[in-house]
């Protein structure tokens, strides 16, 4: 039994509500509904209220964080449409995180904000999430996990000579970008 009357009475106007389906259907489907549960169902964008989904998100924090952390990967993947966003949080494992649909989608970044350097013969820009997983794999480092970084403008990389790693830094107030640090194999200086 929940302890607050109101929440009988949203729970009513969930199922009685035709507008509400997606709602009734996924609070079907997630064992014992709480005051906690209607709360992150009000907080969770309608394209992703899911019974999976609800069991994973604890808080309205939780919520408004996912609802934003999809918002982002959308932004940096054209392959996160809201259709491929929706089918993964309901093909997810039962022991999966939430998180994990959007490390999926971000390493799959197609989007990426202009970048600093034009690419020449000696400095190649790294501008995909393929380009940062595979040249994290060749010089064994940890590039692949600054990808959030660079997508949000953070941070810049570039292959030299295919021989080390640029990192660039942006300057404040949009005055260009500071040559921050180079890498070999290992993040050897």
Known sequence: PMANLTAYVKLHAVFANPRYRR???ALRHVGQINEKMLLVLDALDERWVHAEALKRLPTTVAA?????????????????T??????????????????????RFVRRADRFPPHPICGDDE?????????????????????????????AGHVAFAEFRCEAIVEFRPLTLGKGWLLEQVNVARNAL
Do not use: H
């Not at 093909?91 to 939430?98: C, R, V």
């Not at 820009?125 to 010089?139: C, K, N, Q, V």
């Open 23 to 25: 709602r009734a259907e």
């Open 64 to 80: 408004k964080d996912f609802n934003r952390a999809i918002a982002f990967a959308q932004s940096v993947s054209s392959r996160a």
């Open 82 to 103: 809201d259709e491929a966003v929706a089918t993964a949080i309901s093909l997810l494992a039962p022991t999966a995180p939430l998180a994990a649909i959007v490390r």
């Open 123 to 151: 400095l190649r820009p790294l501008t995909s999430a393929r380009d940062f997983i595979e040249a994290g794999r060749r010089y064994r480092n940890c590039l692949a996990t600054m990808l959030d970084r660079a997508l």
